[in-house]
């Protein structure tokens, strides 16, 4: 092989994992819903549009249209199909198929514990593990919008909306394939991001046009992991210091716009026998008189990763078994107990949420809340793919 081939080669293959490059986005993708709760009774109601109920063999079972109420009860692997109290039909996998130009629905498990949710787009309907397996075919950018909704709340900014957005738009984008081996390419839950049903809000929904189909990438055009946390407590941290890899856009930087947000302080009390216990059952670590009196008395002015000067303890650790908000807290005796002074909430990579808040207030744009927390990235505009 020719050197200018081997060339073109290898510059293809660095390219090819989240490149960019021809990437456009998908019109509608398919979210695994109510994943991983049990349910044998769901109503179905359609909100808007025009509904076909369809077989396996794409026969039209029946029609629905706004208001319509019909349940689907499982029995076995089947399930049922009724409405007005008679079973209309018995099945193993419909597809509740839009007609209309915008058609949504609501379901309402019969579970408890569960709410009704709204949804736009299509429905697949299965049984699988002795439970209803739902597939919500949703157009693109109404999944973002629901998930900008479920992962950041009300009465925000609109570039803080924005900004929102377009990383969970980036985020989806990356971890499309992530279910594929189930039949989906996401999940509703915290696992790829949390998206129970549409956005309910006009100003989520508007924020969510005006920046349709930007995403933000990394210098070599490669879509970004936008990894986000609550509050940095004025200081994030480097992707190394937290995971294994070294990402160049996340680098640790002093943030000062979430300092008086609602997560950037928090207290707790554990007790200094458990901590002593801990730190001998993980590591198998007796501190000396003198490393405990360091331990007690630890002191962060600017984020620290680890507990002791010997760098055995790793503070996510001492997070995770203790469920702290943050690793960034100092320590002070107090009798028995250990009082934890801490500041921020989540694991302080990325973006911070409370931050890039007050930024989108203070009247910073989209591009220049993302530059601050994902450093040497840009905005790209991708095109939707058109199905038809
Ligand atoms: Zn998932
Ligand atoms: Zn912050």
Not at 182 to 189: I, S
Not at 288 to 317: A, C, M
Not at 346 to 363: D, I, K, T
Request: proline share 2%; glycine share 8%.
């Amino acid at each position: 092989m020719r050197l200018k081939y081997l060339v073109i080669f290898f510059l293809g293959f660095l390219c090819f994992a989240q490149s960019t490059a021809g990437r456009t986005i998908p019109e509608i993708i398919d979210v695994g819903i109510f994943s991983g709760e049990r349910i044998n009774r769901f109503n179905f109601t359609v909100t808007h549009g025009r509904y076909l109920v369809c077989n396996n063999n794409h026969e039209k079972l029946l029609e629905l249209t706004p208001f319509s109420t019909i349940t689907f009860e499982r029995k076995g692997s089947e399930f049922n199909i009724i409405r007005n109290d008679s079973v209309l039909y018995t099945e193993k996998e419909i597809r509740l198929q839009g007609a209309a130009f915008h058609n949504s629905f609501i379901l309402n498990p019969s579970n408890r514990d569960l709410e009704l949710r709204g949804y736009d787009g299509d429905l697949k309907i299965d049984v699988k593990n002795e439970s209803f397996f739902l597939i919500n075919s949703v157009p693109f950018e109404s999944y973002v919008a629901g998930t900008v909704q479920w992962e950041s709340g009300f009465n925000h900014h609109d570039n803080f909306y924005q900004v929102q957005a377009i990383i969970i738009r980036t985020y989806a984008l990356r971890n499309l394939e992530r279910h594929s081996h189930e039949g989906f390419h996401l999940c509703d839950k915290v696992h790829c991001q949390a998206y129970y049903g549409k956005s309910t809000e006009a100003s989520i929904i508007a924020a969510v046009n005006t920046c349709r189909g930007e995403v933000v990438v990394d210098r070599n055009g490669n879509l970004l992991n936008t990894v986000y946390h609550a509050n940095c407590g004025g200081e994030t941290v480097n992707s190394e210091d937290l995971w294994t890899e070294a990402l160049p856009y996340l680098r640790s930087d002093k943030d000062t716009y979430c300092t008086d947000m609602p997560g950037s302080h928090w207290q707790a009390t554990i007790s200094a026998r458990e901590l002593g216990n801990f730190l001998q059952q993980r590591y198998r670590y007796n501190p000396t008189e003198n490393e405990w009196k360091g331990i007690t008395g630890f002191r962060q002015s600017s984020r620290r990763h680890y507990l002791d000067p010997g760098e055995r303890v790793h503070l996510r650790h001492i997070r995770e078994h203790f469920g702290l908000r943050s690793t960034y807290f100092s320590i002070r005796i107090e009798g028995e107990n250990l009082l934890l002074t801490g500041k921020g909430y989540g694991h302080g990579v990325g973006l911070c949420q409370e931050g890039a808040m007050q930024r989108a207030r203070h009247g910073h744009s989209r591009e220049e809340i993302l530059k601050f927390y994902y450093r040497n990235t840009s905005i790209q505009y991708l095109e939707t793919e058109e199905v038809w």
